[in-house]
Structure formats: C-alpha cells, structure tokens
Nanobody
Framework: QVQLVESGGGLVQAGDSLRLSCAAS????????MAWFRQPPGKEREFVAA????????YYADSAEGRFAISRDNAKNTGYLQMTSLKSEDTAVYYC?????????????????WGQGTQVTVSS
C-alpha cells in the first residue's frame, strides 16, 4: 500500500511558476512509474505528465509540453511537477498517482494509488 501526499499548490498570477511535490510512503515508490493528473473546475480529471520509475522517460499532455516538467527523487520518495508560465486554464486540483507498469503515451487514469490532491489557482 502506497500513500501519496501532494503539496505546493496555491494562488499565483498568470506567468508565475510553481512546483508541486508528491511525498510517498508505505511502499516501494522508487520502483513505480508515476504521473500527474489535474481536474479543472466542472471538468473531468485529465492527464498532465508521466514518468518511468527512474525518470529517464517522460511524456506530457499537449497543454503541459514545454511548460511543465515531471521529475522525481527516489532517495527522498518524492515526485515533483515543475510548472512555469502558468495560465488561468491551468487552474485545477492536481493529483499524483503511481502504478506498477509504464506504458508510453498512455494518458488513461488506471493508476493504483492516488493522492488527495492540491489546489492550484492561477489568476489572470
């Protein structure tokens, strides 16, 4: 059983940067591929970015490509999502998730463990 806790969300202005963290406990985070999803107000949860367990392979949603970066520090059991050039449409609750396999370019949400989410609000 893996527990995930996101942090780092908040209220920022358009153009600002923000780094989200995902702290893992209770399992072998270092062996699990991870992803970030988000749920904008009134919309479905959507894929943002994913990484292999080692962080050597990553892929992004079109909306995140070039502005967001997923990374991880397995020694600290922590994953990150660095977000830059934030836009009002990035406003959402952001979730991290992990599962036991990596499938390149898969944007589905069939992950085994999820955090509770952290709110990011971007004012224009």
């Amino acid at each position: 059983q893996v527990q995930l806790v996101e942090s780092g969300g908040g209220l920022v202005q358009a153009g600002d940067s923000l780094r989200l963290s995902c702290a893992a406990s209770g399992g072998t985070f270092s062996t699990l591929p991870m992803a970030w999803f988000r749920q904008p107000p009134g919309k479905e949860r959507e894929f943002v970015a994913a990484s292999t367990w080692g962080g050597d392979t990553t892929y992004y949603a079109d909306s995140a490509e070039g502005r967001f970066a997923i990374s991880r520090d397995n020694a600290k059991n922590t994953g990150y999502l660095q977000m830059t050039s934030l836009k009002s449409e990035d406003t959402a609750v952001y979730y991290c998730a992990v599962r036991h396999y990596f499938r390149f370019l898969d944007v589905g949400n069939d992950y085994d463990y999820w955090g509770q989410g952290t709110q990011v609000t971007v004012s224009s």
